[in-house]
């Protein structure tokens, strides 16, 4: 490989070492040369590190960057961005790994349909996902911003698209809000179903397999998805476009709060009937009435239906007169102190 790379891999790992070997390996037999991995250590503690030193020793496409302190995904892909050298950017998961050809076949697709990125399909839970062979045209009002996944990890974008734009830190599901990103930026996705990402789903140490979805500190996270949506129609040449499809991701991740609440650890009845009301009357208030947007998708129908049979009018009118950010904080207030069952 001679001067800087074309491609920039980013590979952040924290205490995976059980699934280095192979995701590493899986890079190492890339037919693809013109590549980096930027293999980045997030203060490890198991036997990480040595395993990338070793990938590192023989394969001068593997640069080790190994931080002090634990930061989280995040933070860490933020700072594989900026170290990376290549035109086009991608991200491996650590407990993942890809078909040999994988970057080779993405790269090509890039050059081939001079977009500014381009998806594949991939296996998760040893089912194959994905949209089918082709351009996905997001200008079109039809065609939903997630299509195509938004999961970062199953992209390739070229650094022009990605720009100034980084990760949500601090912030679980911070995959979203940079993916739709990239998809209103570019517009349009090329989709090739020639090679796959294979998703790691039984990972213990993985944020998707814990109780960490469903916790208070979730509702929070997701209300800073949905409001993160915004600084891509500010960026957007084509706002219009994008407007109502983005309303009604903020609503659908809003809503989607309705579910964690449900699984509260241990919620007394009176505690989830209140957390209900002020969900339904702080959603109105921040994004709209969602009855109304959401009336046609039926994937949404069974928690409008779940509100409507709890919804406190006084509520409604109490946090008509409240400023939007007091209404937030009443909210915040209310999911930080629920009450449990005493057991």
Same mark, same amino acid.
């Given at each position: ?6 491609? $920039? ?22 037919? !693809? ?8 250590? %997030? ?14 020793? /023989?394969? $001068? ?42 970057? !080779? ?21 040893? /089912? ?51 993916? +739709? $990103? ?5 517009? /349009? ?62 609503? $659908? ?8 609440? %449900? ?40 928690? +409008? ?7 406190? !009018?006084?509520?409604?009118? +109490? ?25």
């Amino acid at each position: 490989m001679l001067g800087l790379p074309k491609t $920039s891999v980013i590979v952040p790992n924290y205490n995976n070492a059980k699934f280095l070997n192979r995701c590493l390996t899986s890079l190492e037999n890339q037919t !693809e040369q013109d590549i980096e991995f930027l293999l980045l250590d %997030d203060a490890s503690t198991d036997e990480s590190i040595s395993i990338m030193e070793t990938y590192a020793a /023989k394969d $001068s496409r593997f640069k080790l960057y190994s931080f002090p302190k634990n930061q989280g995904v995040s933070v860490v892909r933020n700072q594989g961005i900026h170290l990376a050298s290549g035109i086009y950017l991608g991200f491996v998961d650590s407990d993942d790994f890809v078909d040999e050809n994988y970057f !080779e076949i993405l790269k090509n697709a890039l050059e081939d349909t001079h977009l500014s990125m381009v998806g594949t399909s991939f296996y998760k839970e040893g /089912k194959l996902s994905g949209s089918s062979e082709g351009i996905i045209n997001y200008l079109n009002p039809n065609t939903p911003l997630t299509k195509g996944g938004v999961s970062v990890w199953n992209h390739l974008f070229t650094r022009e698209l990605v720009g100034n734009m980084r990760f949500l830190t601090h912030c679980r599901f911070e995959d979203a809000p940079f993916t +739709i $990103s990239m998809h209103v930026l570019g517009e /349009k996705m090329y989709v090739t179903n020639k090679t796959n990402y294979h998703y790691q789903s039984d990972n213990p140490m993985s944020f998707n397999n814990q109780q960490a979805s469903f916790t208070k500190e979730s509702i929070l996270d997701r209300f800073q998805v949905a409001d993160s949506l915004d600084a891509c129609l500010l960026k957007s040449k084509n706002p219009l476009y994008f407007e109502k499809r983005i309303q009604k991701l903020k609503m $659908s991740y809003a809503l989607d709060c309705l579910e964690v609440v %449900d699984q509260l650890p241990l919620i007394t009845w009176d505690c989830w009937y209140d957390l209900c009301n002020h969900l339904d009357a702080l959603i109105c208030k921040k994004y709209g009435n969602f009855r109304s947007v959401m009336a046609n998708d039926l994937g949404y129908q069974r928690l +409008i239906d779940y509100f409507n049979q709890v919804q406190d !009018e006084n509520l409604q009118q +109490i946090y008509s007169k409240m400023d939007t950010k007091t209404c937030e904080e009443v909210f915040q207030q209310k999911v930080k102190n629920y009450q449990k069952r005493s057991v």
